[in-house]
């Protein structure tokens, strides 16, 4: 009725590894919740709706992302230039998520 599917981006994202002390599996991942192993810092996710291109729906990308990119991400596709770019550690990911580009990611920091 309001064909609102066409503009829809749907995001979902989880933040790390499940905490194998209340019988979450991270498997075949090393590691869990509060590690620095995969499993502790590796999640899954998963992107939907109408603004998504059709050649890439059902595709799995192996792209390195973190979650601090989602905010300069968002910001390109409602149009939106953050005020302070270089405070922001994200990077847009907009290529690699509409056109299956190479992530401009090659490294992620942990533990500082």
């Not at 498997?27 to 603004?51: C, H, N, Q």
């Not at 953050?82 to 090659?106: E, F």
Request: aromatic letters at 8%; one cysteine or more.
């Amino acid at each position: 009725k309001y064909d609102l599917w066409d503009d829809l981006l749907l995001i979902w994202s989880t933040d790390n590894g499940g905490p194998v002390g209340n019988a979450a599996s991270n498997w075949p991942l090393r590691g869990s919740k509060a590690t620095l192993w995969e499993g502790g810092v590796r999640g899954d996710g998963f992107i939907t709706g109408g603004y998504l291109n059709q050649n890439q729906r059902g595709k799995i990308s192996e792209g390195l992302m973190h979650s601090s990119d989602w905010l300069p991400t968002i910001c390109e596709i409602v149009g939106i230039t953050p005020a302070n770019k270089s405070i922001l550690d994200g990077m847009s990911m907009l290529d690699v998520i509409q056109k299956n580009a190479k992530s401009p990611r090659t490294e992620i920091v942990h533990n500082i």
